[in-house]
Nanobody, 115 residues
Framework: QVQLVESGGGLVQSGGSLRLSCAASRSIFSFNAMGWYRQAPGKERELVALFGLDGNTNYADSVKGRFTISRDNAKYTVYLHMNSLKPEDTAVYYC?????????WGQGTQVTVSS
């Protein structure tokens, strides 16, 4: 069974930084795609950043230039580096992976940005 476990969320002031981690139970090379989504209260879940099948990255327009997705293959871990955080970044952040025709989600980690 594939598991994704997020960590690193918390409370931060506007303009601050956080790094989220997603530890996978399988090599991240075994995933077709891995990335981060977020869901704010009353809103739909949305893509934040993603490694695609070819290793290219995609970002939501709202986070371009502020967030960076990276990975450590040896640690089976994908990171989301978040800088210049804004109150509108407040959400539950979920790790996502697509592998062998299945979609996997982590349990989510709360990020709260105070103004």
């Amino acid at each position: 069974q594939v598991q994704l476990v997020e960590s690193g969320g918390g409370l931060v002031q506007s303009g601050g930084s956080l790094r989220l981690s997603c530890a996978a139970s399988r090599s991240i090379f075994s995933f077709n795609a891995m990335g981060w989504y977020r869901q704010a209260p009353g809103k739909e879940r949305e893509l934040v950043a993603l490694f695609g099948l070819d290793g290219n990255t995609n970002y939501a327009d709202s986070v371009k230039g502020r967030f960076t997705i990276s990975r450590d293959n040896a640690k089976y871990t994908v990171y989301l580096h978040m800088n210049s955080l804004k109150p509108e970044d407040t959400a539950v952040y979920y790790c996502n992976g697509a592998r062998s025709g299945y979609i996997y989600w982590g349990q989510g980690t709360q990020v709260t940005v105070s103004s």
